[in-house]
């Protein structure tokens, strides 16, 4: 049985916007999560997961700003991971929620970080998608290269091949339908049904200014050394380019409670709609409570 969502509006962090979020499942359930999609991304990323823990837990997906349902922020210096952090803490404030566990896939990866980092009483657990303290260049320029690539869209399969050829690397086993699936995450219909991106382009800013990825390279060793006391879990896509095995061992070898999981035929990022990963975070969740 699918559970109903309900839509969430509310104001930004510095009062300007006005913000997106649903909610599912029981509000007295043993734990409330909250997801948080990567850079381009939306909630819509967490369909499959989201109505798989509601049907215990009390599951939030929230856009951050400049994505999905939410307002796009004239400002574009504001679309930063400090300023995504505040906006979360506001959503949790308006939802009354004092001890939250957290999904987060690749940018939602660092809010996590931070909130953690930030407000550690406040956070039960976390769940790493495919991200780390650490992003090699390699993987800054390849994205770089893929959210760039220019396309000419006017129909839903242009959008959905578009979708495949800069993402099928990561995704090696999708088929028709599921390209479908996922085109319609990253596109929403215009008034005359025309698919077009739902973010707002200026989103990028941070990642193709300056032009050496070295300069936007994350490095969050520091914070990540202050998340000792968070239970944590890590998922890597075994193809992916963002966290290498390398920096996912050097996360063991530094925090106390760390559990990882890598899903060998999946790049960056891994959907969380794989079996071992659902399970992985099934087994997570019930530890925490």
């Known amino acids: 049985?699918?559970?109903?969502?309900?839509?969430?509006?509310?104001?930004?962090?510095?009062?300007?916007?006005?913000?997106?979020?649903?909610?599912?499942?029981?509000?007295?359930?043993?734990?409330?999560v909250l997801c948080l999609h990567g850079l381009t991304r939306s909630g819509r990323d967490f369909e499959t997961l989201a109505a798989h823990l509601a049907q215990r837990y009390r599951v939030?997906?929230?856009?951050?700003?400049?994505?999905?349902?939410?307002?796009?922020?004239?400002?574009?210096?504001?679309?930063?991971?400090?300023?995504?952090?505040?906006?979360?803490?506001?959503?949790?404030?308006?939802?009354?929620?004092?001890?939250?566990?957290?999904?987060?896939?690749?940018?939602?990866g660092f809010i996590s970080m931070v909130l953690g980092a930030s407000q550690p009483a406040r956070v039960r657990g976390i769940v790493l998608n495919d991200i780390g303290p650490e992003?090699?260049?390699?993987?800054?320029k390849r994205l770089r290269e893929s959210l760039n690539t220019p396309a000419r869209i006017s129909t839903w399969e242009e959008a959905m091949r578009h979708a495949r050829?800069?993402?099928?690397?990561?995704?090696?086993?999708?088929?028709?339908?599921?390209?479908?699936?996922?085109?319609?995450?990253?596109y929403v219909e215009d008034p005359?049904?025309?698919?077009?991106?739902?973010?707002?382009?200026?989103i990028l800013m941070s990642l193709n200014q300056p032009s050496d990825?070295?300069?936007?390279?994350?490095?969050?060793?520091?914070?990540?050394?202050?998340?000792?006391?968070?239970?944590?879990?890590?998922?890597h896509g075994g193809l992916s380019d963002i966290l290498t095995p390398e920096i996912l061992a050097n996360m063991a070898a530094r925090h106390p409670d760390l559990t990882t999981l890598t899903l060998p035929n999946r790049g960056h990022a891994p959907m969380l709609d794989e079996p071992a990963a659902v399970g992985a975070v099934d087994r997570f969740l019930e530890r925490l409570q």
């Open 1 to 32: 049985m699918e559970s109903i969502r309900t839509p969430i509006e509310y104001q930004s962090s510095d009062g300007r916007l006005r913000l997106h979020a649903e909610e599912s499942g029981p509000r007295n359930g043993p734990l409330t």
């Open 192 to 202: 005359a049904g025309r698919p077009v991106p739902a973010c707002d382009p200026a």
């Open 60 to 108: 939030i997906t929230a856009d951050q700003r400049g994505r999905g349902r939410s307002q796009w922020d004239p400002a574009v210096a504001n679309y930063q991971i400090p300023i995504y952090a505040s906006d979360m803490i506001q959503l949790l404030d308006r939802l009354a929620v004092d001890r939250v566990v957290l999904i987060g896939t690749s940018m939602g």
């Open 165 to 186: 050829r800069i993402n099928e690397h990561a995704f090696p086993d999708y088929g028709e339908a599921d390209w479908q699936a996922f085109a319609r995450r990253l």
């Open 213 to 235: 990825p070295e300069a936007v390279t994350p490095t969050l060793w520091p914070l990540w050394d202050r998340l000792g006391s968070i239970p944590m879990l890590a998922i």
């Open 135 to 140: 992003v090699p260049a390699a993987g800054i």
